[in-house]
């Protein structure tokens, strides 16, 4: 008798357990997180990323995702090839997966605040920035300043923008975007000496841009350096003949 009660209390427990799967469906498995595996396929998407293949790319970083959903730099680097994709909901979502998975992780919050000022929402980019140096060891935090300041300048808010520029070039001083930034600033300053001086910091940390040298012509014309202005105008028609700032000084529009 008792091995009888037995055998139907352990029909009665399966018949239990069964109908927990609503709708007689099977039961959802799920499969045990893989970081290691997660983190080499995230690698190999953000290399395929960098190579143009987006494809691949998006394939690699789907899989990393579906073996550790809570991994910020897959999360990261999928937003960065939706964005790139022009599919920007699903850049944004992944960019909010990533910071709020790790407030601290700064390369995810100057992305996101690239992203947003692209969408024009200065404040919200602005925030980001903000983020993204209050680690201190980030060590692009300069960066992060730099673009701070030319969302500022989207705006625009100049004075904003310029504070963004010297921050960073406090931190990082040969930041060129930031040092023709500050020369455009001063001329539009009509500060021409202080123009020229970070006109010539530009030139002594990266080269010459089209951009870069109409300034420069700018700058000794106010000045009335004209032997400086005959010099750059000569290298700009030499090393960017086809450029508009070319075609500019050509027609004396500076």
Same mark, same amino acid.
């Given at each position: !008798? ?11 427990? %399966?018949? /239990? !357990? ?9 039961? /959802?498995?799920?499969? %045990? ?10 690698? =190999? ?8 293949? $987006? ?5 690699? =970083? ?14 990261? /680097? ?17 960019? &909010? ?11 995810? +919050? ?8 692209? +969408? @024009?929402?200065?404040?919200? %980019?602005?925030?980001?920035? =903000? ?6 060891? $980030? ?18 808010? !100049? +004075? ?11 931190? @990082?001083?040969?930041? *060129? &975007?930031?040092?023709?930034? !500050?020369?455009?600033?001063?001329? +539009?300053?009509? #500060? $021409? ?12 940390? *990266? @080269? ?10 700018? /700058?000794?014309?106010?000045? #009335? ?6 010099? $750059? ?22």
């Amino acid at each position: !008798m008792k091995k009888v009660c037995f055998r139907i209390l352990l029909i009665l427990l %399966a018949l /239990t !357990m069964t109908g927990c799967v609503a709708n007689g469906s099977r039961p /959802t498995t799920y499969a %045990a997180p893989d970081p290691k595996a997660a983190e080499i396929n995230m690698r =190999l998407g953000l290399n395929y990323l960098q190579r143009g293949d $987006y494809e691949i790319a998006l394939e690699k =970083l789907q899989k990393a995702l579906q073996q550790d959903p809570n991994l910020p730099s897959a999360h990261n /680097t999928i937003a960065l090839l939706y964005q790139r994709l022009g599919e920007n909901d699903k850049a944004e979502k992944h960019f &909010k997966e990533a910071v709020n998975r790790a407030p601290g992780y700064s390369e995810a +919050q100057n992305n996101f605040g690239v992203f947003l000022c692209q +969408q @024009q929402r200065y404040d919200e %980019a602005e925030q980001r920035f =903000l983020n993204a140096v209050k680690n201190p060891l $980030y060590n692009s935090a300069a960066l992060a300043l730099e673009n701070a300041g030319m969302c500022a300048s989207r705006e625009p808010d !100049m +004075q904003r923008a310029e504070s963004y520029f010297r921050k960073a070039l406090q931190k @990082q001083p040969t930041l *060129s &975007k930031s040092l023709l930034q !500050m020369a455009q600033i001063s001329y +539009q300053q009509q #500060d $021409y000496l202080q123009a020229r001086a970070y006109i010539e910091r530009y030139q002594s940390a *990266s @080269q010459w841009s089209p951009q870069a040298l109409l300034l420069a012509i700018k /700058t000794e014309n106010k000045l #009335d350096n004209q032997n400086a202005v005959s010099s $750059y105008i000569l290298l700009l028609r030499s090393r960017f003949p086809d450029s508009d700032e070319a075609l500019q000084a050509k027609k004396g529009q500076y």
